[in-house]
């Protein structure tokens, strides 16, 4: 039983879906949407609960479209 | 009580840059001009204003320095001859495009290409048509003596931040190397951060919180706003030509033939009309100081009142292209020049002018 | 529509790990997707945050992909020609000595046409950080060689592969400047993991530290990604980065307060 409860709020309008993150994080929160935002790019979803804010998506993200939330369960 | 000295015109730019409350100085030598690193070296000015003097490692680098130092709101200036002068056109052009101020000074020698060390006047359309690459213009000025070379620091500075405009003093070989009096003026204090914070806001002084950041680039993607910055470019260009034109007129009341010469050619135009005037014949002399903005009007109102004027400079003919567009065809316009760092004689320039003007 | 996985009741301010530094505007960046230069921007502006000098810090932009770095900091910054960013920052600094300087280049900027400005900047010891983004190729003008293209890497201008016979061989700059006596501090770091990127910000904390010391350039090269350039997407050109870029040009201090690190 994971000791912390992580969350990331992605700023999708500002993604540019280079799915660097989805390589960075540890639990496989990240993948790619179907949609596309109004740019075209297909952006960043979360996929399962598992986020413990570890933070590495968003610290490998190049256009700091991440922001990352952690709370002590 | 004046202090008077004697000095060398390029020993008298050096003085007049400490003096004027200069921040910086970033050159390169080359002859003939490196009188002035060395003497600004030689007095110090760190100790006796806080002016900084660099040597840096080439001309491209030094006008570099300038922009980053003149980008900063501090009076910033270098020098160098033709071809240094050449080397540091980039940085020329990116200054006028990014509305800097500063001061650069060119003690012109004859070309082209390494050409030689002598005096020459044949960097006249490149100082005064841009130089470098886009639509921009430089204040020229263009010292007959020492004491105008001292003189025209402090003026030179006081107009590039008035117009937030790179500033040319158009010397050559002759002005810079030869000694003569000069009369020292006062010690004006170089400002300080908060008088610089307070006079330029658009200085890159550091972002101050709650105000906006300072951006200093002449990078402008979008042609519609490229074109605004050149409409405006264009319009400070038109206000100096307006309120900045300076000139000598000697004799010209009663002038039937008139030299137009600007620097050393006019020194020795001016014993040339002495000559003249020996022999009866009524010679005047038209020296513009400002090559840009040229003294396009009085030339103008004197074509309607001599027979022919004659331009006599140290180069194959270049300031006559601007005489003669100034007169439009009313009288007749001739040149006189020697180069490749020959000087003309007085009597040379005055038997051009009865051969050219007069009996011609 | 994809599941939500929201946790809105976790989001308070006390449990706020990251968030974009305010430093940086939010102006969106022009880089492609994936580029190591939005990370690198990220990363100077949380210094800048965390070190609190954003009112005494002047920056100094080059000519590049990164020629509009400018629209991104919330800082006073300088646009230089190409290549002489170093000359830019030497003028700034001799000025406001007291000011933090910095200047940000590419590979083609800062090791080809500014090379000179580069060393003699270096040499002089002028008490600025150089942040030098290296991913061995022009981005900006479409993919040409640049002076730090692999010997074999394909580029626009190179397009069977660099043949260091005929074009000439990579350069390694950072080797160059670390062994000038006027560099206080060279390292060379990469951003394309978590672990780099928080041992890359590190580098760039200290470069700027340093400028407190009056010691000398503090220069930080970071090895990047061209996905452009390289034809390749963001994934596979870290991939192509790790196996090709990294054996050439290694990571890890070159120097550290003014001393070799012996290898």
Request: net charge neutral; aromatic share 8%; charged share 20%.
């Amino acid at each position: 039983m994971a000791k912390v409860k992580g969350d990331v709020v992605i700023d999708i309008e500002r993604c540019k879906g280079c799915e660097v993150c989805t390589t960075a994080c540890p639990n496989e929160v990240l993948a790619m949407s179907t949609q596309v935002n109004s740019k075209g790019y297909r952006f960043v979803v979360k996929v399962n609960a598992d986020c413990i804010g570890c933070a590495n998506c968003a610290i490998v993200c190049p256009d700091g479209v991440i922001t990352v939330y952690k709370s002590k369960v | 009580m004046k202090e008077l000295r004697l000095m060398k015109g390029n020993e008298a730019i050096a003085e007049a840059a400490i003096r004027a409350g200069a921040d910086a100085y970033f050159g390169y030598p080359i002859t003939p001009q490196s009188e002035v690193i060395e003497y600004l070296m030689a007095e110090k000015p760190h100790e006796r204003t806080g002016m900084v003097v660099l040597q840096a490692e080439s001309e491209v680098a030094a006008i570099n320095m300038v922009y980053g130092a003149a980008a900063c709101g501090k009076r910033a200036m270098t020098s160098s001859s033709s071809p240094g002068i050449s080397l540091k056109q980039e940085g020329i052009s990116y200054i006028a495009g990014a509305e800097l101020p500063c001061l650069i000074l060119n003690v012109v020698r004859g070309g082209p290409g390494l050409g030689t060390i002598q005096p020459s006047q044949s960097d006249y359309f490149q100082a005064t048509k841009g130089g470098g690459h886009g639509d921009y213009r430089l204040i020229v000025l263009a010292p007959a003596s020492v004491q105008e070379m001292y003189d025209f620091v402090k003026l030179s500075f006081d107009l590039a931040f008035k117009y937030r405009n790179p500033v040319m003093i158009l010397s050559d070989g002759v002005i810079g190397q030869m000694m003569e009096k000069v009369e020292i003026g006062e010690q004006y204090p170089r400002l300080t951060n908060e008088q610089i914070d307070e006079l330029y806001p658009w200085a890159t002084t550091g972002k101050k919180p709650g105000k906006d950041r300072r951006i200093i680039t002449s990078l402008e993607l979008d042609p519609g706003r490229q074109e605004q910055h050149n409409l405006k470019l264009q319009a400070k260009y038109k206000k100096m030509q307006e309120e900045e034109v300076r000139y000598e007129a000697l004799n010209c009341e009663d002038a039937e033939y008139l030299l137009v010469a600007f620097g050393s050619s006019a020194r020795i135009c001016q014993k040339a009309m002495d000559l003249g005037r020996a022999k009866g014949l009524k010679i005047g002399l038209l020296r513009p100081i400002t090559l840009f903005p040229f003294p396009s009007k009085i030339l103008h109102e004197l074509a309607t009142k001599v027979k022919g004027m004659l331009t006599v400079e140290m180069n194959a003919g270049q300031m006559v292209e601007d005489v003669r567009l100034a007169v439009c065809g009313k009288v007749k316009v001739e040149h006189y020049g020697r180069f490749g760092g020959m000087i003309p004689s007085p009597a040379e320039v005055l038997h051009a002018l009865e051969t050219k003007i007069i009996g011609g | 529509m994809e599941q939500n996985f929201d946790l809105p009741e976790i989001h308070t301010p006390e449990n706020l790990v990251y968030t974009k530094t305010k430093v940086l505007t939010d102006n969106v960046m022009h880089y492609c997707p994936g580029c190591g230069h939005g990370t690198v921007h990220r990363l100077i502006a949380e210094v800048i945050d965390e070190m609190g000098i954003q009112d005494q810090v002047i920056g100094v932009a080059p000519v590049g992909c990164s020629v509009l770095a400018y629209n991104y900091f919330d800082i006073d910054m300088q646009e230089a020609a190409h290549g002489r960013a170093p000359a830019l920052a030497t003028g700034i600094k001799r000025v406001f000595p007291e000011k933090f300087v910095f200047t940000y280049q590419g590979d083609g900027d800062l090791a080809a046409i500014g090379t000179a400005e580069t060393i003699h900047a270096c040499n002089r010891g002028e008490n600025i950080t150089i942040i030098f983004i290296n991913n061995g190729i022009y981005g900006m003008t479409g993919g040409q060689m640049a002076p730090t293209t692999l010997p074999g890497m394909p580029t626009s201008t190179s397009p069977y592969g660099r043949d260091v016979k005929m074009m000439g061989n990579p350069l390694k700059i950072t080797e160059l400047v670390a062994m000038l006596p006027g560099t206080y501090f060279v390292t060379r770091q990469a951003v394309h993991t978590p672990a780099l990127v928080r041992k890359t910000k590190k580098a760039i904390r200290m470069a700027f530290e340093n400028q407190k010391l009056n010691r000398g350039v503090s220069f930080v090269e970071i090895v990047s990604n061209c996905n452009s350039g390289w034809k390749l997407t963001p994934v596979q050109a870290i991939k192509w980065l790790e196996e090709n870029m990294l054996p050439f040009y290694p990571l890890g201090d070159l120097k550290v307060n003014g001393e070799m690190v012996s290898k």
